[in-house]
Nanobody, 112 residues
Framework: EVQLVESGGALVQAGGSLRLSCVTSGFSYDHYAVGWFRQAPGKEREGVACISSGHGDTFYADSVKGRFTISRDKAKNTVYLQMNRLKPEDTALYYC?????WGRGTQVTVSA
């Protein structure tokens, strides 16, 4: 069974940094990509970043490119989202996902 558990969300001031973690189980990074999505109140869920299976190529939404970095640690079964130079518009519930499975999310709130 695929499971994903996010953590690391917090209240932070604009310009600050956070690192989100997604601990995974039930699948291999060699065969499954993992993505981070976010959903702000009243808005649709949007893709933020993705790391491919195998070589681990990375992809980013234009809104976070240059500020966010997705990475993975196979030994720890964890995918990270390093978020720098945070903006109030980054405020959202952040989820990780793979193969149709979703975690419960972790809240990121950026104050102006």
């Amino acid at each position: 069974e695929v499971q994903l558990v996010e953590s690391g969300g917090a209240l932070v001031q604009a310009g600050g940094s956070l690192r989100l973690s997604c601990v995974t189980s039930g699948f291999s990074y060699d065969h499954y990509a993992v993505g981070w999505f976010r959903q702000a109140p009243g808005k649709e869920r949007e893709g933020v970043a993705c790391i491919s299976s195998g070589h681990g190529d990375t992809f980013y939404a234009d809104s976070v490119k240059g500020r966010f970095t997705i990475s993975r640690d196979k030994a720890k079964n964890t995918v990270y989202l390093q978020m720098n130079r945070l903006k109030p518009e980054d405020t959202a519930l952040y989820y990780c996902t793979t193969g149709g499975a979703w975690g419960r999310g972790t809240q990121v709130t950026v104050s102006a």
